[in-house]
């Protein structure tokens, strides 16, 4: 189960508080010690850490806390408050550009779920939108990548443009782009490759795609087992791609949080959908606020 650990330790690191008549700042620092633990050992990043810690801290101390009837439920309830904060607050939903299509571009390393996601997302837009999506296949390295796609389509009845792998990505794009527009579909999603790791030639083919299809959104793929690692790979796509968003995948897993945690204060950009599982409607949007409450228990 995502987020065991995590919840159990918060909870305990909480229950004291949970009955206090009174609070005094000692006690929030016991228990802030322990938040911070807990959140280090599910493997949120360290600023992330601290700068969370400081902020609860100053608030839980405040006459907000102290005047009130009963703190210790006030604390918790900043945490709360503040988990959600740290996950970008609102939900952030996807942006649909002025003039169909909408073109959306599926970036992430290998294995982190890129074209199951994309095929997810299709399926999304159909059933809770309404959209007609197109699905482009530009990621002509990895083997059976294409054929993939293609199998995917065809269990959801989604549409798959295909050039095979001898023709560019960016070629690829654009011509699915304009069949897309010929046939006045409302979405196109470009799946595009991956690597093992972040290299030069990826990001370059990758700015080259997005010089072209000119998307609305960039999608971050990324898998939430990797923790703050995670983290990490979505700065570095950010820096290169200015990416919109970001949806971590596997979170019916057991990570320890780490990811969902991070990402939106190490980047700037919010986690928009979260996967939880193979099965192509097995994708929701994010709610920071939800995924507060999942974590608190
Ligand atoms: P890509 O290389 O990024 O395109 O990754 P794929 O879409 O091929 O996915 C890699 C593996 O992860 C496949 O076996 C998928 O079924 C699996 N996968 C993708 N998303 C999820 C998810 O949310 N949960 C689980 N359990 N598996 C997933």
Redesign the pocket.
């Known amino acids: 189960m995502a987020f065991e650990g995590l919840t159990e330790r918060l909870q305990n690191a909480m229950t004291k508080m949970r009955r206090k008549g009174k609070v005094s700042e000692a006690d929030v620092k016991e228990m802030m010690r322990e938040v911070r633990l807990a959140l280090l050992e599910a493997d949120v990043n360290f600023k992330v850490v601290k700068d969370f810690v400081k902020t609860v801290s100053a608030r839980a101390v405040g006459s907000e806390v102290l005047d009130s009837l009963s703190p210790g439920q006030q604390v918790i309830k900043i945490v709360n408050e503040e988990l959600t904060e740290l996950m970008g607050g609102e939900q952030a939903t996807i942006q649909i550009a002025p003039k169909a299509p909408t073109v959306v571009m599926m970036v992430?390393?290998?294995?982190?779920?890129?074209?199951?996601?994309?095929g997810?997302l299709a399926s999304y837009l159909r059933k809770n939108q309404n959209k007609r999506p197109l699905l482009i296949a530009a990621?002509i390295y990895?083997p059976a990548?294409i054929q993939?796609l293609e199998t995917i389509g065809k269990q959801l009845d989604v549409p798959v443009f295909s050039m095979g792998d001898q023709v560019s990505p960016v070629e690829i794009a654009r011509q699915g782009i304009e069949k897309a527009k010929a046939e006045h579909l409302d979405f196109v999603l470009i799946?595009t490759a991956?690597r093992l790791q972040i290299d030069e030639t990826l990001m370059q083919e990758l700015s080259d795609i997005k010089e072209t299809a000119q998307p609305t959104e960039i999608f971050l793929?990324v898998?939430a087992m990797t923790g703050q690692e995670a983290a990490n790979v979505a700065s570095s796509f950010n820096e290169q791609l200015d990416i919109t968003g970001v949806i971590l995948?596997?979170?019916?897993?057991d990570t320890r949080g780490g990811a969902a945690l991070s990402i939106r204060a190490v980047t700037g950009k919010p986690i928009k959908f979260?996967?939880?599982?193979?099965k192509l409607d097995?994708?929701e949007p994010f709610y920071p606020d939800r995924m507060a409450n999942r974590i608190l228990g």
């Open positions: 992430g390393l290998q294995g982190a779920g890129k074209t199951t996601t994309a997810k990621d990895r990548a993939q799946d991956g793929v898998d995948t596997k979170l019916d897993g979260t996967g939880s599982g193979e097995a994708l």
